[in-house]
């Protein structure tokens, strides 16, 4: 484990497919166990302005392109072209967190998180898990997001640009899946017949969290 761990600072890994509830869960986690959270998209928002597109050729590469180019390709490609992506952002996380004061634990949350690349720098495995959507929660979800729609409304066929990304996000779900479990480590499925509490409360045991 690089230095963003030490005797006073754990860090727990929150990871998963887009639209599975990490956002939501990880807040209520940190106002329970009194966790510091890093929120991964919310972080690269200001680590796009300083990318090395020799360091991150691809991530440089999707940033350039437009919606357009995105959305509209075979889902294969699109699918390649995530987990390539996720894969360079890594480093930029890990510098990330390695800059931040350690006061207290750390809860790390976003799909950027890919089982292989945290199981190199894991602690103990009961530290991270990996959370998926069912298709029909995904879709639910996706649907009251007025800035999905916003974004796919740029593209030549708006409704074939939302079903590319709907189906790539689910074949990437899939794929979460497949290495985690591999790996041996936790994955779950989000259904939508659990509330976020309860999910949270689930995610807090597999992390032995206790208010102690």
């Known amino acids: 484990m690089p230095e963003i761990e030490n005797e006073s600072r754990k860090i727990f890994w929150l990871g998963g497919s887009p639209c599975s509830g990490k956002t939501s869960i990880s807040e209520i986690l940190a106002s329970r166990f009194d966790l510091d959270v890093y929120h991964v998209d919310d972080a690269f928002e200001i680590q796009t302005q300083s990318l090395n597109p020799e360091q991150q050729p691809n991530l440089s590469r999707w940033l350039a392109s437009s919606w357009n180019e995105r959305w509209m390709q075979p889902v294969e490609i699109l ?3 995530a987990i390539a992506c996720y894969r360079e952002q890594l480093a930029v996380i890990l ?10 634990s750390l809860l790390v949350e976003g799909t950027a998180l890919l089982p292989r690349q ?5 602690s103990n495995p009961s530290q991270a898990i990996w959370i998926v959507p069912t298709s029909s929660f ?5 649907s009251k ?3 999905a729609r916003t974004i796919v409304e740029q593209c030549d066929d708006p409704e074939a640009a939302f079903q590319n990304w709907m189906e790539r996000d689910i074949r990437f779900a ?5 290495e985690a479990g591999a790996l041996g480590l936790l994955s ?3 259904d939508g017949i659990r509330t976020m509490a ?3 409360e689930e995610v807090a045991r597999h992390f032995q969290l206790t208010t102690d």
């Open 95 to 104: 510098n990330d967190i390695e800059k931040k004061p350690d006061r207290k």
């Open 145 to 147: 997001r007025e800035w």
């Open 174 to 178: 899939e794929w979460i899946e497949a």
């Open 198 to 200: 309860e999910n949270a």
């Open 138 to 142: 995904q879709k639910e979800h996706y």
């Open 188 to 190: 779950w499925r989000i």
């Open 79 to 81: 699918v390649e072209d």
């Open 118 to 122: 945290i199981a190199r720098i894991l």
